[in-house]
């Protein structure tokens, strides 16, 4: 299995968003949107086989996030809602993935900040939001919010 299918495969064990109406289903169709939103929403980082990590990003409006924040919305309404076009306050960290072999070394959390850098110098980036999944995703998201200096809140 390659690279590209273990992450793939990786995002199934992790999320099963295929099986959960609420969560976002990642297709091409979403990352064509997503980048349109802004370049920086969907970064990887890849090696001689591939890619070894992805991070996703949602910018979205203060409203929505606090729609999303306290469950009036779902993930996927989250996406959809988003208008096209900013402004945005506050980007949702939406998922990161890392091949085991690779976790530890910060991957993810350096992805994440320097994607947010991107964003934030078309968009008064106000606060950072997430729905962890894991410890790991937590610990991610925490360190992200210290290392930009935004304030993160979580579902």
């Known amino acids: 299995m390659n690279n590209y299918e273990r992450l793939i495969q990786l995002a199934e064990d992790s999320f099963a968003a295929h099986e959960d109406p609420d969560q976002l289903f990642v297709t091409g169709d979403v990352l ?13 980082r890849t090696d001689a086989n591939g890619p070894v990590a992805w991070i996703l990003l949602i910018p979205t409006t203060l409203n929505l996030m606090e729609q999303f924040l306290t469950s009036a919305i779902t993930e996927k309404e989250l996406y959809e809602r988003t208008p096209d076009k900013g402004p945005y306050g506050a980007v949702y960290l939406c998922s990161a993935l890392v091949l085991e072999e690779y976790r530890g070394r910060g991957i993810a959390t350096e992805l994440t900040v320097e994607a947010l850098k991107r964003i934030s110098q078309d968009h008064p980036i106000k ?20 290392r930009t200096g935004l304030p993160m809140r979580v579902r």
């Not at 939103?37 to 990887?44: D, G, I, M, N």
């Open 32 to 44: 064509t949107r997503l980048r349109r939103l802004h370049p920086a929403t969907v970064a990887e």
């Open 127 to 146: 606060v950072l939001f997430n729905w962890p999944f894991s410890p790991e995703g937590a610990s991610v998201a925490k360190t992200v919010a210290e």
